[in-house]
Nanobody, 114 residues
């Protein structure tokens, strides 16, 4: 099983972008899904996570601007990013955690610049 992320792009400050991450096969017992990001010279950080019951958790820097959602039937997690800022520029990684496995996507570049 592989996670395939899509939605990479270059947007202007204040713009929006939607990332999606789908599993190539069936994953049994998915618990949490999440998005992380890593900017140049910085450590990877959690951006947003969503539990199996729909509870969400966001980094303080994205609260009110980003929304995470999931489609369990499609093993897909989404990240809607609004009002993007230059400091949101990073490689974004998706993650799906199941009972006995932990899957990461390959990373997708998001660049916010005028």
């Amino acid at each position: 099983v592989q996670l395939q992320a899509s939605g990479r792009g270059l947007v202007q400050p204040g713009g929006y972008l939607r990332l999606s991450c789908a599993a190539s096969g069936s994953i049994v017992g998915i618990n949490a899904m999440g998005w992380y990001r890593q900017a140049p010279g910085k450590q990877r950080e959690l951006v947003a996570a969503i539990g199996s019951g729909g509870s969400t958790n966001y980094a303080d820097s994205v609260k009110g601007r980003f929304t995470i959602s999931r489609d369990n039937a499609k093993n897909t997690v989404y990240l809607q990013m609004n009002n993007l800022k230059p400091e949101d520029t990073a490689v974004y990684y998706c993650r799906q955690i199941a009972t006995n496995s932990d899957y990461w996507g390959q990373g997708t570049q998001v660049t916010v610049s005028s």
